[in-house]
């Protein structure tokens, strides 16, 4: 488990039966996956074996999610909400965590299983761009992209998508004369990583937040 806020003494464990609620969330993209009970023995079997265990409130005993089924959730990181009443779990899900076979207790049976693909990682990438901006740092390829200008970061967007254009034609000639994908689709990735990586560039050299385009991307979903 990563360093975190987590901090076992400031948790509050109900007097009454000993137990804290447990919000476990996927840690690819922060989807809360189900609610469910510690006491101090599951909090510390799960701190000891790396995989989340609750305390069954209907068989009154330790209870390790997955040893059934086998869809255990490991473990990644710990925190107490501010009140010390509850525990927030960031979890790597081994399979559909609810016994309906979904992936959250919080969908529906018919909704088809989406696997999360981690975009919760590139608000590490947006934080490491913003802190380059504000630092500047000597050597720091982010900080020389972004003290050349609009121009520049804006021209690096053009140039790596074009790049991810040559990727992609690359890769369905492939597939059309039935050939080996593997090194075109490696290429494919590598190329929207850039382009990724420089829009990130250029939103912060417009000091533009993500959030303005996610907010703009909601929008058009809802219409």
Not at 52 to 61: A, C, M, P, Q
Not at 65 to 75: A, F, H, P, Q, W
Not at 196 to 220: G, I, N, T, W
Request: net charge negative.
């Amino acid at each position: 488990m990563k360093d975190s806020a987590f901090d076992r003494g400031a948790i509050v464990f109900d007097p009454r039966d000993g137990l804290v609620t447990a919000v476990v969330q996927d840690v690819a993209d922060g989807r809360v996956l189900m609610v469910g009970h510690m006491d101090a023995e599951a909090l510390e079997a799960t701190l000891t074996t790396g995989e989340v265990h609750f305390h069954s409130r209907s068989r009154d005993r330790l209870w390790r999610k997955g040893e059934t089924s086998g869809n255990v959730l490991r473990l990644r990181d710990l925190a107490v909400d501010c009140d010390g009443d509850a525990i927030l779990v960031s979890a790597e899900p081994a399979g559909p965590t609810c016994h309906r076979g979904t992936r959250s207790c919080f969908d529906l049976p018919e909704t088809a299983a989406v696997e999360p693909q981690g975009f919760a990682w590139l608000e590490a990438l947006w934080s490491t761009v913003a802190e380059r901006a504000a630092s500047r740092p000597t050597g720091s390829y982010t900080a020389e992209l972004l003290g050349r200008g609009v121009d520049a970061v804006g021209r690096k967007v053009t140039e790596e998508a074009t790049e991810v254009l040559i990727a992609a034609k690359d890769d369905a000639v492939a597939e059309a004369g039935g050939a080996d994908r593997a090194t075109g689709r490696d290429a494919l990735a590598g190329e929207l990583a850039d382009l990724l990586y420089h829009c990130l560039v250029l939103m912060a050299e417009r000091d533009l937040a993500p959030a303005a385009v996610l907010a703009a991307l909601r929008s058009r979903h809802r219409a």
